[in-house]
């Protein structure tokens, strides 16, 4: 299975920025998707943002225009950057790989539909 490591997360104040990352190691099938998803305290976990192995992408309502899901093949790596960032932005973040083949598929936005998991990293938006 493909290993996965979250870093990047901290506390900012609202209308800031961080950049996550996902380092991938060992193996993953590269003709599946890849996301992030968050979980906030009380809440379950939801799908942030997705993309597939011919670079389309695909995001929750709630952060269109605001977050950008890229990844970096060569160094095997997936990145979210998010910007003006909200309080409702709170949680922690985790990166998830081996999904559905295609985004433009709902199927993403289900933890379920991934079958590997990063450990979580805490964001913090203070307002």
């Known amino acids: 299975q493909v290993q996965l490591v979250e870093s990047g997360g901290g506390s900012v104040q609202a209308g800031g920025s961080l950049r996550l990352s996902c380092a991938a190691s060992g193996y993953t099938y590269s003709s599946y998707c890849m996301g992030w998803f968050r979980q906030a305290p009380g809440k379950e976990r939801e799908g942030v943002a997705a993309?597939?192995?011919?670079?389309?992408?695909s995001y929750a309502d709630s952060v269109k225009g605001r977050f950008t899901i890229s990844q970096d093949n060569a160094k095997n790596t997936l990145y979210l950057q998010m910007n003006s960032l909200k309080p409702d932005d709170t949680a922690v973040y985790y990166c998830?790989?081996?999904?559905?083949?295609?985004?433009?598929?709902?199927?993403?936005?289900?933890?379920?539909?991934?079958?590997?998991w990063g450990q979580g990293t805490q964001v913090t938006v203070s307002s």
């Open positions: 998830a790989a081996d999904g559905p083949i295609t985004v433009v598929a709902q199927s993403w936005r289900r933890p379920s539909s991934f079958l590997a």
């Open positions: 993309i597939d192995s011919d670079g389309s992408t």
